[in-house]
C-alpha cells in the first residue's frame, strides 16, 4: 500500500471542496460559526498517522476479546472450519459444509486463518501449554487477526475521508469517529466473516482508486503527468479489488459503477491505462486463486462461476431465507448505520441533488452516494438478503454522514447559548444509544451457543482422559460425545470445540442439490425433519430409537468400535451431552422420560430472538448422575445466595431508613430503627403492635415516640406531650 507522500493528488485542490461544490457548501469553513475548539492542522504528521493506527490496532483487539456472542454460521464454517482442515487435518473433526464440497467458496480466505492456526500451534507446543490453555490460545488468534485488519480498515477510512474533505479537519475527525463508534463495526468487524475482509479490503481500494481521472477541469499536461504518477497506485487498487471480488463476487459492483463514471470523464489514454491494467491485474489475482483452489479442492475449478451458478441460477439461496425487495432500505441501511442513519441520508440528498457539480477531486463523494445506492438496488432483486452483503459501504457510508453531522452539532459544542442544549443532550443520547446497542450484542445477545463449548471443554478434560480398559489389558482413553438438537450451524464447532476426542454430531441442513423443482417444493433438511415431529425423528435418527437410550456415558463404557470426531450422517448415537433450546425442553422431557438423562446446566443465552426454534437459554443433559447431582447442589447454592442478596438488600433498606440525616427534614419515621441493625440497642426497637396505647389525631393513628416529643418540645419527657395542645 503506497503512502500517504506517494499520492499523485496536487495539494492545491484539497480545499476546493469547501467552496466550489454546492451540495458541500452548507457545512464550509465560512458557514461554521466562531469556535472555541482549538484548531486542527490540515495535515497530520507522519508520526500522528502511525499514532492513529496504533490506538486502532489496540482499540479492535479490545473489541476482539470482548465479543462473546454468536452472529451468523459463516463466521466459522466458512472461513475457521476450512482453515483447521488446512492447518490440522480432516481427521481432527472439522465440519466441511456443501459449499466447500461443491466448490463454491475460494479457499484464499481461509488460508490466512490456516496460517494463524499453524503459528499459533507451534507456539503453543514451544512454550510447553496445557491443552486448556493451548485451546484458549487457538480460539482468540482468528479474532486477534481480524482486529489487525478491522483497524487497518478504519485507518483508511480515516485517511479516505481526510484525502475527500481536505482542508475541512472537522469532517476527518468526525469520520473517524463515527466508525469508532459504530455499534455494527463493534459488533461485526472483528469476527472472522469474508464479508469483513471484503469491507477492509474495499476500503483500501477506494484510497487508492484515481479520483483525479474523473475530473473534467484538469489540463492536458497535468493529465499526462498524473497520468504516470498514479500508476503504482492503480494497480495497488485493482490488485485489491479483484482479491474482492474473488471473495465476494457481488463486490464487482462497485467497481463497475466507479469504473463507469471513470471511463465516461476520464482522456483516451486513461481509458487504455485503465482497461489494461484491470486485464492484467483481474488475471493475475484470478491465476492465483485457481492455482490455490487447485492445490485446495484437488481439481481444477472455479469457484466465482460456481457460487453464480447454485445461489442464482439455480436459486439455492432461496433455501436459508427470502426477504422483500425493500429490504436494505427498511432494514439493511437503519441496522448498518444505527443512529447515524439520518445523517447519511441527509449526505446521500445533498450529493445527489448536485450531480454536475465539478472540481479537483471529481466530486468523490457523488460517486459514493451513487455506489451506496446502486450496490443495494441490485442486490435486491436477488431474493436472499442479508445486511452484511453491503457491509463495505459502510466506510462510504460514514464518509457521506460527516458533514451533515459537523453542520448539526458543531454550533453546539462550539458555543454555550442555552439554545443549543437540546443538540448537545441530542449527541449524548445518540452515544448512550450506540454503547447500549453495541455492549448488548457482543456480550449478552446469543452469548448461551458459545459458551457451552467452554463448558464441554471443561467437561472433556475432567472426563475424557479417564483410562478405560478396551479388549483385554490394554489401556485407551476415549473422549465424551456431545449431540446438538438445535438448528443447523446455531454453534461453532471445531474452531472452539479444539479436542479431536470430542466426539460431536448435529443436526444438518444441506440445500436441495440436483433435485428438480417438483422435489425441492417438498424437501426437508434434518432439521426441519426434527422439528416438524421431535418423536418421530428421533425414533428413526437415533442408534436404537427411544427404547434403547444408554444408562451410563461413554466415558465410562469404552465404545465397541472407533468413533469419528464429526458424524455427520444418520443415524445418531444418544450422546453422553444432549443440548438444545429451553423451548424444546417439555417435548424432550415428554420423548425421554424413561431415560437417566437429566439436566446438568443452564446458560442464558438471550432474552428475545425471531427464530422460534432458538428461544430460551442454552439447556444441557447428561447421563453421569453424580454431574446432575453436582448441578442441582449448584442451583440450590445459587438460589440460596440470591434470597440472602434480596434479603440483605431489605435489611439495608430498613437501615438507611432509621438512619438520621441532619441535612434532611424531619420525618415522623426518622426514629425508627431496625431489629437487625448493629447501631442500636436491640431493646429500643419494638414492633407497632407491642406499642401499649394507640393515639390518633383526627382519626389518623400516630405512633407515640417520647424522644420524637421531646425533639419538638427542647423540653422534659411528659406523657402526652404536645398531644394535649390538640385536646388529646
Known amino acids: 500500500m503506497a503512502p500517504r507522500s506517494r499520492r499523485s493528488k496536487p495539494p492545491a485542490t484539497t480545499s476546493s ?29 507522519a508520526d500522528a498517522s502511525t499514532n492513529i493506527l496504533l490506538s486502532l490496532i489496540g482499540f479492535r483487539l479490545l473489541n476482539a476479546l470482548t465479543v462473546r456472542t454468536f452472529f451468523q454460521p459463516d463466521e466459522f464454517f466458512q472461513s475457521l472450519e476450512p482453515a483447521w482442515n488446512i492447518a490440522f487435518g480432516e481427521d481432527q473433526g472439522p465440519w466441511i459444509t456443501w459449499e466447500w464440497e461443491h466448490q463454491l467458496r475460494s479457499s484464499l480466505h481461509p488460508l490466512i486463518f490456516a496460517a494463524v492456526y499453524s503459528v499459533t500451534d507451534v507456539v503453543a507446543r514451544i512454550l510447553a501449554f496445557t491443552p486448556a490453555s493451548r485451546a484458549d490460545l487457538l480460539i482468540a488468534a482468528p479474532g486477534i487477526t481480524q482486529a489487525v485488519i478491522a483497524a487497518v480498515g478504519d485507518y483508511y477510512t480515516w485517511k479516505l475521508a481526510r484525502y475527500t474533505y481536505g482542508n475541512r479537519i472537522y469532517e476527518h475527525w468526525v469520520t473517524l469517529a463515527l466508525t469508532v463508534v459504530s455499534p455494527w463495526h463493534w459488533f461485526c468487524s472483528t469476527r472472522t466473516l469474508s464479508n469483513c475482509l471484503e469491507t477492509t479490503i474495499t476500503v483500501v481500494a477506494l484510497y487508492l482508486w484515481p479520483w483525479d481521472w474523473s475530473s473534467v477541469s484538469r489540463a492536458g499536461s497535468v493529465r499526462t503527468n498524473t497520468l504516470k504518477a498514479s500508476l503504482p497506485n492503480l494497480r495497488n487498487c485493482l490488485l485489491l479489488a479483484a482479491f474482492a471480488c474473488v471473495l465476494r463476487p457481488t463486490n464487482v459492483i462497485i467497481w463497475i459503477v466507479l ?35 487447485r492445490f485446495f479442492y484437488g481439481f481444477w475449478t472455479f469457484p466465482a462461476l460456481r457460487f453464480l451458478y447454485f445461489n442464482v441460477f ?43 457539480a465539478a472540481n479537483e477531486k471529481a466530486s468523490i463523494l457523488v460517486q459514493l452516494s451513487r455506489v451506496s445506492l446502486i450496490m443495494p438496488a441490485m442486490l435486491s432483486v436477488i ?33 454555550t447559548e442555552r439554545r443549543y442544549i437540546p443538540r448537545r443532550l441530542t449527541l449524548i443520547f445518540l452515544l448512550l444509544v450506540n454503547f447500549v446497542i453495541a455492549t448488548y450484542t457482543t456480550v449478552f445477545h446469543a452469548s448461551g451457543v458459545i459458551s457451552v463449548l467452554s463448558y464441554l471443554r471443561e467437561q472433556h478434560e475432567i472426563h475424557g482422559n ?21 438448528p443447523c450451524h446455531s454453534t461453532p464447532w471445531r474452531s472452539h470445540l479444539v479436542e479431536p476426542t470430542i466426539h460431536a454430531w448435529a443436526l444438518g441442513c444441506e440445500p436441495p442439490v440436483g433435485l428438480t423443482e417438483e422435489e425441492k417444493s417438498t424437501y426437508l433438511d434434518e432439521a426441519d425433519q426434527f422439528y416438524d415431529n421431535p418423536n418421530q425423528f428421533l425414533t428413526n435418527n437415533m442408534v436404537g430409537g427411544l427404547r434403547h437410550i444408554p444408562r451410563r456415558p461413554s466415558y465410562l463404557t469404552p465404545p465397541n468400535s472407533p468413533r469419528p470426531p464429526t458424524q455427520k450422517s444418520p443415524p445418531h448415537e444418544w450422546p453422553d451431552y444432549l443440548v438444545f433450546f429451553a423451548q424444546l425442553e417439555s417435548t424432550l422431557k415428554s420423548a425421554v422420560r424413561s431415560s437417566t438423562y437429566g439436566e446438568c446446566r443452564r446458560i442464558y443465552n438471550t432474552a428475545w430472538h425471531d ?11 447428561c447421563l453421569d ?8 447442589h449448584e442451583k440450590q447454592r445459587r438460589a440460596l445466595a440470591e434470597r440472602e442478596r434480596q434479603f440483605d438488600r431489605i435489611i439495608q433498606g430498613f437501615a438507611s431508613d432509621s438512619t438520621p440525616s441532619s441535612k434532611t427534614s424531619w420525618t415522623p419515621w426518622s426514629q425508627w430503627t431496625s431489629p437487625f441493625s448493629s447501631s442500636q440497642p436491640s431493646s429500643s426497637w419494638s414492633w407497632p403492635w407491642e406499642r401499649r396505647k394507640k393515639r390518633t389525631v383526627f382519626g389518623f393513628e400516630v405512633p407515640a415516640f417520647p424522644e420524637w416529643e421531646s425533639s419538638w418540645l427542647g423540653g422534659k419527657k411528659k406523657r402526652g406531650g404536645w398531644l394535649k395542645n390538640f385536646g388529646l
Open 17 to 45: 471542496l469547501s467552496s466550489s461544490d454546492p451540495a458541500l457548501a452548507p457545512s464550509s469553513s465560512s458557514s461554521s460559526p466562531p469556535s472555541r475548539l482549538r484548531p486542527l492542522s490540515a495535515k497530520a504528521p
Open 259 to 293: 469504473a463507469s463514471f471513470a471511463l465516461h470523464k476520464s482522456t483516451w489514454a486513461e481509458r487504455q491505462v485503465l482497461a489494461r491494467e484491470a486485464l492484467l491485474c483481474g488475471l493475475s489475482v484470478l491465476g492465483v486463486s485457481a492455482v490455490v483452489d
Open 314 to 356: 439455480q436459486s439455492l439461496a432461496v433455501f436459508y431465507g427470502r426477504n422483500d425487495w425493500s429490504y436494505y432500505a427498511s432494514q439493511g441501511y437503519p441496522l448498518l448505520l444505527t443512529t447515524a442513519l439520518p445523517f447519511a441520508l441527509v449526505g446521500l440528498y445533498r450529493n445527489l441533488r448536485y450531480p454536475t
Open 383 to 415: 431474493t436472499h438478503k442479508e445486511v452484511r452483503f453491503i457491509y463495505p459501504l459502510l466506510p462510504a457510508l460514514h464518509i457521506l454522514s460527516a458533514s451533515p453531522l459537523v453542520q448539526f452539532f458543531l454550533p453546539a459544542l462550539a458555543s
Open 466 to 486: 479417564t483410562p478405560q480398559q478396551n479388549q483385554g489389558t490394554a489401556l485407551t482413553y476415549g473422549g465424551i460425545t456431545a449431540g446438538f438438537l438445535m
Open 611 to 621: 427464530d422460534w426454534r432458538r428461544r430460551g437459554d442454552v439447556v444441557v443433559w
Open 625 to 632: 448422575l453424580s454431574e446432575q447431582q453436582a448441578w442441582r
